[in-house]
Every structure is written in structure tokens, then in C-alpha cells.
């Protein structure tokens, strides 16, 4: 795995960057460091980043930030929120390389007390935060033709794992989907993922895979109990 640190100055703060080989993606691990990265945040209307007050590049209006999904957890204690980053010019080390390196950020809001905490950063085409349960949240990364990444982010420690989804072709059979999850365990199914998902059903909580065939047809879902440790695949009987 290769790293790569970026400091960078911004109103007499100094901002460690960490990037992670893996898909160019940045990952703020906390919990791992022991230390405090990127300092939790409060958002407020006026677009603040590590405390920091951003000159908003002389434009009435220009924000830093835009809130493009959010996800309540099935407790409604938290919030998990994807933002899609502006450029600025002064929060970027290598200018346009580095913001399209971190144009996406993944955090959690506190509900009741309105503190927010960011978790991720990642490229254009990291996808929506789900929960999976009340303390864990996923997202899919891109990792490569054929390839794609799965987070699941501890949100009270920020610890991390990452899964894989892979796709392959038989000859003269349908695609295939290979998924190594987070615990070591490997599933083959038929089909392409078309939407990765999840459930809570009482205090049971669900991964979901919408699958499609290759003309995108839908195909029967496949389902995933998560138990904290592992994944139990669930059968579905259709009479």
C-alpha cells in the first residue's frame, strides 16, 4: 500500500492529508491514529471546514459544501450525510488533482446535540452512506474496471474495512458477481449488483444486493443477515 502525506497551510492551520494507495481514495481513521486528523465539526450556514472560515473565492453565494444524500439511522439518534465539495483553490494542495481526489465527503451528525463528524473522503464516485444498524454505515468505492469497493465505517471508533465486489463472464454462461466481505467470507452469485442496500427489520439488520441480468432485467435480490461479526446469507423461498 502506498501513502502519500499532503500538509497543507490554510489560515495558519496545518492540514494532514493522508492518501490511501488503494483507488486514490483518502481515509480519515481516527479511532486509528489516536489523534485528531480532522477536527470534528459543527455545520452551520456560514461554510466552515476544520474551523476554519473559507473566503468563498469572492463569490455572493458560493458555497463550499452541498448536501447531496442523507440516511437517519434506524434509532433516529444519527444522521449520515454525503457532501459533494466545491473547488478552492486554497484548500487544495495540487490544485484540480487534489479536488478530484476529495470531491465527496461521508460524515455523521449527532442528532440531539447537532455534532457532526466527518469519516471519509473519497472521489467523485463514492456512493450514498446507508446504515447497517445504528453504530455502522457503507459505501461502495470504485476500485477498478469490474471492481468495486465496500466501506463499513464504525462510526464511534472511525475504524474501517473494506470489502470487494468483483464481476466476471462464463463462457457461453451469465455474469457472475464475487463478493469478499469484511470478515473473509466469499459469495458467488448470477447477475450484476445493480444498488447496494439495507434493511432493519426489529433488531435485525440486512445488507442487500438489487441484482439485474446483462439486458438489466431484474433478478431476485440478494440478502445478507449482518450479526456484527459476519454475513449470513438468508435464503428466499418464493412459492
Known amino acids: 500500500m502506498v501513502w502519500k502525506n499532503s500538509l497543507k497551510k490554510v489560515g495558519g492551520i496545518t492540514l494532514l492529508l493522508i492518501a490511501v494507495g488503494l483507488s486514490g481514495f483518502i481515509l480519515l481513521d481516527l479511532g486509528s491514529f489516536g489523534v485528531q486528523i480532522w477536527r470534528e465539526a459543527v455545520v452551520k450556514e456560514k461554510d466552515q471546514l476544520l474551523g476554519v472560515s473559507v473566503k468563498a473565492s469572492e463569490k455572493p453565494g458560493h458555497r463550499l459544501k452541498e448536501i447531496e444524500y442523507e440516511e437517519i439511522s434506524p434509532d433516529n439518534l444519527q444522521k449520515a450525510i454525503e457532501y459533494k465539495m466545491s473547488f478552492d483553490s486554497q484548500l487544495y494542495d495540487d490544485y484540480y488533482k487534489d479536488f478530484f481526489l476529495n470531491q465527496k465527503i461521508i460524515s455523521v451528525k449527532n442528532i440531539k446535540t447537532d455534532r457532526e463528524g466527518y469519516v471519509f473522503t473519497g472521489e467523485e464516485k463514492v456512493g450514498d452512506p446507508h446504515w447497517l444498524g445504528n453504530d455502522k454505515i457503507f459505501f461502495t468505492t470504485y476500485c477498478g474496471t469490474a471492481c468495486q469497493g465496500l466501506y463499513l465505517v464504525d462510526t464511534r471508533s472511525k475504524e474501517s474495512q473494506l470489502a470487494v465486489i468483483s464481476f466476471y463472464f462464463q ?3 451469465p455474469w457472475m458477481t464475487h463478493f469478499k466481505d469484511w470478515f473473509a467470507g466469499e459469495f ?4 450484476l449488483i445493480d444498488k447496494v442496500t439495507s434493511s432493519t427489520v426489529g433488531d ?6 438489487k441484482m439485474k441480468d446483462v439486458n438489466k432485467n431484474p433478478l431476485a435480490e440478494e440478502r445478507f443477515l449482518f450479526t456484527g461479526k459476519s454475513l449470513e446469507k438468508v435464503i428466499i423461498h418464493i412459492d
Do not use: Q
Open 204 to 209: 435485525r439488520s440486512y445488507l442487500i444486493f
Open 188 to 191: 458467488v452469485f448470477e447477475g
Open 171 to 173: 463462457d457461453d454462461g
